[in-house]
């Protein structure tokens, strides 16, 4: 019986060693692929490479981790690059965390990558499905071809699908080289990440815990619109200057600034201020027009607080996407016609009229509405106020919106997340919250508001909403000057308790 009982517990020991070799990334990332391959090629994918990649403080990992290359093949030809880090096993938090991409996509956000190891977490990443370099680099552009848009299959994976292309795989390979799954999948994104971020909640409910979506594009076929009607409603003399916009923000800021009980140069509630631009108009007295606005300026700065709309009777001018808040407009001057440029017209001339000399002057806000829904917004927006399958799963959805972003009309996600509670028919705050960003910019701070901290401390809120359902009454932000805020779940805001105006503490959460 002795010998019997010795013999078990050196096998309990040698299968212990065992694990612990097998888990240990930095003795198997060079023979990552011969070892974990077979693990994902019934899901299409294939393992490129893997390479042990040191802690290095100057290159922004602060732990060594496996870096690894592979590949997704989806619609028959097409594929998704992507990679994944992996730390060393002593470093692992025991999740997942996927990130997402900007803009038009076609490269891996490596940047955010990094960040999220740091936190601990087994990354990855993808391209989206398509190649920046066979697509102008990435960056629209009037009258270029863009083979990407001329592929359903791609067009659809770029915001609909790609992180569910390469997730599963990244998945089964953390499961493989650390002996275990990850406990909770998490994912990361803004702009067009925070779009991706909608479509797994709306299409993909099944595959992530919690999902963190900032600046959200995700009526991304109406906001290329939004950005199609600044650009047209502020061509030549109608256009308004920097120096201009920045005149009207500041006249803003004189006499809303003290709404929420502490002068910052922050509006708490933009909703709240009911500034008059026509104050902004130039007269005869004006002897400096670059601080006032001209006739034609006046009619383009109150057509981008309307937003665009049709102009029939019989809709009565609706609304085709929400324009942008008081207090905004420093960060206008990209709406009057770089983003029409990079992503309105391009759109037009690819997918809706495929034609690379189609004027965008000659877009009907009326009839061709119809054809961008059809023919761009079936493959691209995730609106559907219908997240049910995503709420009973338990998953947590957080979202962030800057006031002063150069992009997104601040007031869509509270839009939208009215559309939700509507769908539900109430309060939806145990698994979608939004955090509204006085002075915020896309994805993190506005050149025109440096007193308001740029990053935000989603990814610790819901580490803590998913795993110790302990829901976000607030998330702080904070700066490299240690400064902090605490920003609101929509429709709180930020009341000032007295103290240091630049720190979180010094105020309390209440309805607006």
């Not at 997730?167 to 390979?173: D, E, K, N, Q, V």
């Not at 029939?312 to 609706?318: I, L, P």
């Not at 407009?329 to 009229?353: C, K, M, R, T």
Request: proline residues 5%.
């Amino acid at each position: 019986m002795k010998s019997l009982a010795i013999a078990v517990l050196i096998a309990l020991i040698a299968t212990h060693v065992k694990a612990l070799v097998l888990s240990t990334p930095s003795q198997n990332c060079s023979t990552f692929a011969q070892d974990f391959a077979q693990s994902v090629s019934s899901q299409n994918a294939t393992i490129i490479n893997s390479t042990l990649v040191p802690a290095n403080s100057a290159a922004g990992n602060n732990y060594t981790f496996c870096k690894v290359y592979g590949q997704v093949a989806y619609a028959g030809n097409d594929t998704l690059n992507f990679q994944l880090y992996l730390p060393e096993i002593e470093m692992w938090s025991g999740r997942f965390m996927a990130v997402g991409n900007g803009g038009m996509a076609g490269t891996i956000d490596t940047a955010n990558m990094i960040k999220q190891l740091n936190l601990g977490f087994a990354v990855a990443g993808g391209d989206s499905g398509h190649l920046a370099s066979l697509n102008n680099n990435g960056g629209g552009a009037p009258g270029v071809y863009l083979p990407y848009m001329h592929s359903p299959a791609q067009l659809k994976t770029w915001i609909h699908n790609a992180i569910s292309t390469f997730t599963p795989p990244a998945r089964s390979l953390v499961s493989s080289y650390y002996s275990r799954p990850a406990g909770y999948s998490y994912y990361n994104g803004c702009s067009t990440g925070g779009a991706q971020g909608f479509a797994l909640a709306q299409f993909h409910p099944e595959l992530f815990d919690g999902i963190y979506a900032g600046s959200p594009g995700n009526w991304y076929s109406h906001l290329a619109l939004s950005f199609l009607w600044n650009a047209r409603k502020t061509l030549n003399e109608s256009y308004i200057p920097q120096i201009t916009l920045d005149a009207i923000t500041s006249a803003v800021l004189e006499e809303c600034d003290l709404l929420d009980g502490v002068k910052d140069g922050l509006i708490e509630n933009p909703l709240k201020c009911s500034f008059d631009i026509n104050t902004m108009a130039c007269n005869a007295s004006s002897t400096n027009t670059s601080l006032c606005l001209t006739a034609p300026q006046l009619e383009a700065a109150k057509s981008i607080y309307t937003g665009p709309t049709t102009t029939t009777t019989t809709t009565n001018g609706s609304e085709i996407y929400p324009g942008f808040s008081l207090g905004s407009e420093s960060s206008w001057l990209q709406q009057e016609g770089s983003l029409a440029d990079a992503f309105s017209i391009p759109i037009l001339q690819n997918i809706v009229f495929n034609s690379l000399s189609y004027d965008f002057r000659d877009f009907d806000w009326d009839k061709d509405i119809g054809a961008v829904d059809e023919k761009v917004g079936a493959f691209i927006d995730e609106i559907s106020p219908d997240l049910e399958s995503f709420r009973n799963k338990g998953g947590k959805l957080l979202v962030t919106q800057g006031w002063a972003d150069a992009y997104n009309a601040a007031i869509w996600p509270i839009q939208h997340l009215q559309d939700i509670e509507a769908f539900f028919n109430g309060d939806v705050s145990d698994f979608f919250n939004l955090f509204m960003v006085p002075g915020g910019g896309h994805c993190g701070q506005a050149e025109a508001f440096p007193q308001a901290p740029g990053t935000y401390h989603v990814v610790d809120a819901l580490i803590k909403w998913v795993e110790r359902e302990e829901k976000p009454e607030s998330v702080v932000s904070t700066d490299e000057e240690g400064g902090s805020r605490l920003l609101c779940p929509w429709p709180q805001a930020a009341t000032w308790l007295g103290g240091d105006i630049d720190v979180a503490s010094s105020y309390v959460c209440e309805n607006s």
